[in-house]
Every structure is written in structure tokens, then in C-alpha cells.
């Protein structure tokens, strides 16, 4: 999975890069405390999708780079802490990466080359990623990646042979969307009706900013679903703190007024979108399993 990696790190990385949008004049976020990111995921999605004949769970984070990558990983998280959990429920997995496949000639080099430059991914997210999908199939749930053809990396590569990340993330989220809407089409057993998405803290907005709304399969996937559709935005503590730009979002002064309690942490910013916060690794004795 040449490349993989670092592909799939550009959407979040773009997604923090300019300051956020003022928080919206509306009521105050409060933050619930939970013992685990899994009891948390629980109590947010309760029955979800109920009756429904099924229904997306979206996932988002802000991926490592080279400066935190001591920090373990939403996506080692989430393989281990959430998946489980959510697994007998769920009938595929679709996550926000593609393998370079070295058959689309120098377009692809470059591409690849200057994503992995920009983006930062350290080594081990590739093998996070693999990990993830080898534990989906364990687990009964069909992995799914995303395939770039040839026509559409020499459409990244500008003049220069620069990369054109605004046309890189579009595409991005239209693969997205094309796999959800492909994977709802599928054959599903009735225990097992949900559609999970992971990628990037940009692609799953339900309701995003004017300027990002062109990256975003939420709302399509949101109408699609007759709102059987869940956004879920998971966030490492030390990542958070890397990043200044979330101090600007509205959920972080209430997690910030709970973060030293132990525990996983709910902020619902709505019916069908909230923020999970893991707990402090530093909570947790050393040499115990998550």
C-alpha cells in the first residue's frame, strides 16, 4: 500500500489549516464523562438506525504527522477501544485511503511524492491502516479502500508538476461519497445494517463551513439516508493540544472544563453529530490494554 498513507492524511491536515469559523450564537455544549470511548459511542447512538433498514456512522479525525506521531493514534483507537464494539452492527467499513498501485507512471510519483512531503504521515499510520482493515474482516465487517485512477492523477498535477490539493480533496470526498452509495446498495445482513465510514475531521460535516462544503458527503449521504446518517468526530487529548486552531471550536471549552476527569468524553452538537474525546493515556496504568 505504497503511499496509502500519506493520501489519506490530506483532508484533515487542510481541514485545520485556516482558522474556524466563530462559534454560532447558540446554546452551550455540555460534556458527558464515560469510563470508555465504546460506552460513549453507545449512549450517543443508542438503537441507531432503530427501524431503519439501515444506516452511515461517519468517523472523523485529525491525522498524525512526524511531530506527534509518539501519540497513540484515533485510528489505534478506534481498532481497538470502538470497532469491537460497533462491529456486530455494521456490514461494511469504508476508510478514506487508496493504494498506490505504481501503474499510472510518473502522475502518480509526483502526486504520491509531494502528499507524503506535505502531509507529514509517519511510517506507522500505513501499518495502522492495514491493521484496521485486517481487524474489520476478523470482526465480520467488509473493508473497503478507495482507487484513484490514471485519468484522475494527471488531473492533480498542475503546471510544475505541483499537486492541486483543492482538487485533491474534492476528489477525495467523491470517492467517499461514491463508496457509501455503493456499500448501502450492497446486500446487508438485517442484524448488521450500518455503513461505517473512517477518514478525515472534513469529508463527514453533516452541516460544513460555505468554504469546505465542496469536500463534504454529509449532507448528500445525510438526504440519501432520510437522516439515518451520524457524524462522529474522534479526538486524541495530546492531538487536540497540538493543534491551536480546535481551541477555537465550540466543544472545546466544555471538554476543556472536564479533561481532568478520567474517563472518555460525549459533546452532542446535535441529534446526529457529536464530538468524542478518548481519555488521557496518562490515565491509564502502564502495561494495561485500552
Known amino acids: 500500500m505504497t503511499g496509502a498513507a500519506a493520501l489519506a492524511g490530506v483532508a484533515a491536515l487542510s481541514a485545520y489549516s485556516h482558522p474556524p469559523s466563530p462559534p454560532a450564537p447558540d446554546a452551550p455544549l455540555f460534556a458527558e464523562k464515560f469510563a470508555l470511548a465504546s460506552q460513549a459511542l453507545a449512549a450517543f447512538l443508542g438503537d441507531f438506525p432503530g427501524d431503519a433498514p439501515g444506516g452511515v456512522i461517519a468517523f472523523g479525525e485529525i491525522h498524525q504527522t512526524e511531530k506527534t506521531k509518539a501519540v497513540r493514534s484515533s485510528i489505534a483507537r478506534f481498532t481497538d477501544e470502538i470497532l469491537p464494539a460497533i462491529a456486530p452492527r455494521a456490514a ?49 465487517v467488509t473493508p473497503h479502500v478507495l482507487d484513484i485512477d490514471c485519468h484522475e492523477y494527471q488531473a492533480l498535477t498542475g503546471a510544475g508538476g505541483s499537486v492541486d490539493y483543492d482538487k485533491l480533496l474534492s476528489i477525495t ?36 463551513d460555505p468554504e469546505t462544503a465542496k ?29 491551536p486552531a480546535l481551541r477555537g471550536e465550540r466543544w472545546y471549552t466544555a471538554w476543556r472544563a472536564t479533561r481532568a476527569r478520567p474517563g472518555a468524553t460525549l459533546i452532542r452538537r446535535g441529534s446526529r453529530s457529536a464530538v468524542l474525546l478518548f481519555g488521557d493515556e496518562a490515565e491509564r496504568p502502564a502495561g494495561t490494554a485500552p
Request: aromatic content about 6%; overall charge negative; some cysteine.
Open 92 to 140: 461494511h467499513l469504508i476508510v478514506e485511503t487508496w493504494i498506490s498501485r505504481g501503474s499510472c507512471g510518473e502522475a502518480e510519483k509526483k502526486v504520491t511524492a509531494d502528499v507524503a512531503r506535505t502531509t507529514e504521515r509517519p511510517a506507522e499510520t500505513e501499518s495502522e491502516i492495514v491493521r484496521l482493515l485486517r481487524r474489520a474482516k476478523a470482526l465480520g
Open 173 to 208: 470526498g467523491q470517492h467517499l461519497e461514491r463508496a457509501i452509495v455503493e456499500a448501502l446498495a450492497l446486500p446487508r445482513p438485517k442484524e448488521r445494517p450500518l455503513v461505517l465510514v473512517y477518514g478525515g475531521a472534513l469529508h463527514n460535516d453533516l452541516a460544513p
Open 215 to 243: 469536500y463534504s458527503f454529509g449532507p448528500a449521504i445525510d438526504a440519501l439516508t432520510q437522516g439515518a446518517y451520524r457524524e462522529v468526530d474522534l479526538f486524541v487529548p495530546a492531538l487536540v493540544d497540538a493543534y
